[in-house]
């Protein structure tokens, strides 16, 4: 058993001793290449033990064990970071406390390994807690900026929240079960639902998972962060943002067994993925729009939690990590690709041709409508597959329309995004597929039905979606402009602790 814990433990470890020794190196370039090759070594061990699992099975000890589940977020984290911290490398040079930025770096990502690969719920919250900590340190990591305090206290403020609930959920399982090993605590929890303990464990899970994947009613803390340098942006999607879900994946049985939770996560998850969907719309700061696009892709992601695809709300933790990552990692380049795309010359196409386009489209719409039924007629035709099914669709739809858009002319752009959407739509599936392949029986499988309400919320989205194409009716303008502004300041706080005036001239709008 010890070579098992030691084996599972052993990348987190590493993260953690490379950023100790990254802090107290004399010398920044020192400091930088001992995070780096602990990086390194980590992510390469990660992967081998990864294999070991997908091939050989479970590595199982007392304190920490490494399932498939762990194993794709190990795989998440142990990448996501390697690649932020290398690009760090250049985006941090000349910082003065550089030093100290590639230690909390490290603290963090070790903190999510080490929560990630836990069997035991003492160290899944220390590794829960530890991951918030590292993060408010690099959110003030700008200490001269009054904006950067005010933003670490308010995120330290709003992840506390969850952390105590986590913490607590731990402390009352050990009481009420007399161990504190997740799988053991899991199976004990499932088989006596309903007990005043196990629901008071569950609610506070849940609160945990909502406060870290900044869901409403404690989403107003992941726009704040945006004052942190930008690779703090990028490393937050290596399992820190998206912690949430693998919480809830962990712990499934539990929730799956108290269908008043199930449907209260899939509630708080569509609000938020609509709420943040449509901060992120009115945003003219690029990172402000990224971190708001977090916000509603993490309320997906519940939502599909919600709906009993755990699954699928892990294939999305994974794939929103890398490209939004990315999208972090490369928002420096988009102001410079919007102007030149505002400064191209719209392309027209005269003649027989200027018929294609209206064809293309029609044709893209049916084929949105048709892909997923031929692909996975098993899984669309469930309750919770129409339900994802119909979010697949109005976002295909969407993709289309905004393509036909393209300051290049309709026939130009339409075409290569035809080719994208359906591209994107095979992916999808097919990678939500293969996460349940590669998954197993770590999380429960997809439930049958659901209730007949959870229909409402795709036609709410797709009301969202027509009047963003057609525009509001006359008489709602005065709502729709007050909404407007709303939206574009929230979670906008003054720097220097002072009342936000700006709220009270809202009646003036």
Same mark, same amino acid.
């Given at each position: 058993?010890?070579?098992?814990?030691?084996?599972a433990?052993?990348?987190?470890?590493i993260?953690?001793?490379g950023?100790? &020794?990254?802090?107290?190196?004399?010398?920044?370039?020192?400091?930088?290449?001992?995070?780096?090759a602990?990086?390194?070594?980590?992510?390469?061990?990660?992967?081998?033990?990864? *294999?070991?699992? $997908?091939?050989?099975?479970?590595?199982?000890?007392?304190?920490?064990? &490494?399932?498939?589940?762990?194993?794709?977020?190990?795989?998440?984290?142990?990448?996501?970071?390697?690649?932020?911290q290398?690009?760090?490398?250049?985006?941090?040079?000349?910082? %003065? =406390?550089?030093?100290?930025?590639?230690?909390?770096?490290? *603290?963090?990502a070790?903190?999510? +390994?080490?929560?990630?690969t836990?069997?035991?719920?003492?160290?899944?919250?220390?590794?829960?807690?530890?991951?918030?900590?590292?993060?408010?340190? &690099?959110?003030?990591?700008?200490?001269?900026?009054?904006?950067?305090?005010?933003?670490?206290?308010?995120?330290?403020?709003?992840?506390?929240?969850?952390? =105590?609930? &986590?913490? /607590?959920?731990?402390?009352?399982?050990?009481?009420?079960?007399?161990?504190?090993?997740?799988?053991?605590?899991?199976?004990?929890?499932?088989?006596?639902?309903?007990?005043?303990?196990?629901?008071?464990?569950?609610?506070?899970?849940?609160?945990?998972?909502?406060?870290?994947?900044?869901?409403?009613? /404690?989403?107003?803390?992941?726009?704040?962060?945006?004052?942190?340098?930008?690779?703090?942006?990028?490393?937050?999607?290596?399992?820190?943002?998206?912690?949430?879900?693998?919480?809830?994946?962990? !712990?499934?049985?539990? !929730?799956? =067994?108290?269908?008043?939770?199930?449907?209260?996560?899939?509630?708080?998850?569509a609000?938020?993925?609509?709420?943040?969907?449509?901060?992120? /719309?009115?945003?003219?700061?690029?990172?402000?729009?990224?971190?708001?696009?977090?916000?509603?892709?993490?309320? $997906?992601?519940?939502?599909?939690?919600?709906?009993?695809?755990?699954?699928?709300?892990?294939?999305?933790?994974?794939?929103?990590?890398?490209?939004?990552?990315?999208l972090? +990692?490369?928002?420096?380049?988009?102001?410079?690709?919007?102007?030149?795309?505002?400064?191209?010359?719209?392309?027209?196409?005269?003649?027989?041709?200027?018929?294609?386009?209206?064809v293309?489209?029609?044709?893209? =719409? /049916?084929?949105?409508?048709?892909?997923?039924?031929?692909?996975?007629?098993?899984?669309?035709?469930?309750?919770?597959?129409?339900?994802? %099914?119909?979010?697949? +669709?109005?976002?295909?739809?969407?993709?289309?329309?905004?393509?036909?858009?393209?300051?290049?002319?309709?026939?130009?752009?339409l075409?290569?995004g035809?080719?994208?959407?359906?591209?994107?739509? +095979?992916?999808?599936?097919?990678?939500?597929?293969?996460?349940?392949l590669?998954?197993?029986?770590?999380?429960?499988?997809?439930?049958?039905?659901?209730?007949?309400?959870?229909?409402?919320?795709?036609?709410?989205?797709?009301?969202?979606?027509?009047?963003?194409?057609?525009?509001?009716?006359?008489?709602?303008?005065?709502l729709?402009?007050?909404?407007?502004?709303?939206?574009?300041?929230?979670g906008?706080?003054?720097?220097?602790?002072?009342?936000?005036?700006?709220?009270?001239?809202?009646?003036?709008?």
């Amino acid at each position: 058993m010890l070579g098992q814990d030691v084996l599972a433990a052993l990348p987190g470890v590493i993260l953690l001793a490379g950023a100790l &020794l990254a802090g107290l190196s004399r010398r920044p370039a020192r400091a930088v290449g001992r995070s780096l090759a602990a990086q390194r070594t980590a992510c390469a061990l990660t992967a081998a033990l990864a *294999l070991i699992v $997908f091939f050989g099975g479970r590595i199982d000890g007392v304190l920490f064990a &490494l399932d498939r589940l762990a194993a794709v977020v190990a795989l998440l984290t142990a990448g996501i970071s390697l690649a932020v911290q290398s690009y760090a490398r250049r985006y941090m040079d000349g910082d %003065a =406390a550089i030093r100290r930025f590639f230690r909390d770096m490290g *603290l963090m990502a070790g903190a999510i +390994l080490t929560m990630v690969t836990a069997a035991n719920a003492l160290v899944f919250a220390a590794g829960w807690v530890g991951s918030s900590l590292a993060l408010a340190s &690099l959110v003030a990591h700008r200490r001269t900026w009054p904006a950067a305090r005010a933003a670490a206290r308010r995120t330290a403020l709003f992840l506390g929240v969850g952390d =105590a609930a &986590l913490v /607590l959920a731990a402390l009352v399982a050990v009481a009420a079960f007399g161990t504190a090993d997740i799988a053991t605590m899991a199976a004990e929890a499932t088989a006596r639902a309903g007990e005043p303990a196990v629901l008071a464990i569950s609610a506070l899970l849940v609160v945990a998972a909502l406060a870290k994947s900044a869901q409403l009613p /404690l989403a107003g803390w992941l726009p704040e962060t945006m004052t942190a340098p930008t690779p703090v942006s990028g490393l937050m999607h290596a399992g820190f943002v998206n912690a949430g879900g693998y919480l809830l994946a962990r !712990f499934a049985d539990l !929730f799956v =067994a108290q269908p008043v939770l199930m449907g209260a996560l899939f509630v708080i998850g569509a609000a938020t993925a609509l709420a943040g969907s449509l901060a992120m /719309l009115v945003q003219s700061d690029v990172k402000r729009a990224l971190g708001w696009s977090t916000v509603g892709q993490m309320g $997906f992601m519940v939502m599909q939690c919600g709906l009993g695809a755990f699954a699928a709300a892990i294939y999305h933790l994974v794939a929103h990590g890398i490209f939004k990552a990315t999208l972090f +990692l490369g928002a420096g380049s988009v102001v410079q690709e919007v102007r030149d795309l505002d400064n191209a010359p719209a392309a027209r196409v005269k003649g027989p041709l200027g018929v294609l386009p209206a064809v293309g489209f029609g044709a893209a =719409a /049916l084929a949105v409508v048709a892909l997923p039924v031929l692909v996975a007629p098993a899984t669309v035709l469930s309750g919770p597959g129409l339900v994802l %099914a119909s979010f697949a +669709l109005l976002a295909s739809l969407h993709a289309l329309v905004v393509w036909t858009r393209h300051p290049r002319g309709l026939a130009v752009a339409l075409w290569p995004g035809v080719l994208a959407v359906a591209v994107g739509l +095979l992916v999808y599936l097919g990678g939500t597929g293969g996460m349940v392949l590669l998954l197993g029986a770590t999380v429960p499988p997809l439930p049958a039905t659901v209730p007949v309400v959870y229909v409402a919320v795709p036609l709410v989205f797709a009301a969202a979606l027509i009047l963003s194409w057609t525009g509001v009716p006359r008489p709602f303008r005065g709502l729709r402009d007050r909404l407007y502004v709303r939206l574009l300041f929230a979670g906008y706080r003054p720097a220097g602790g002072g009342h936000d005036t700006f709220s009270h001239r809202l009646d003036a709008v």
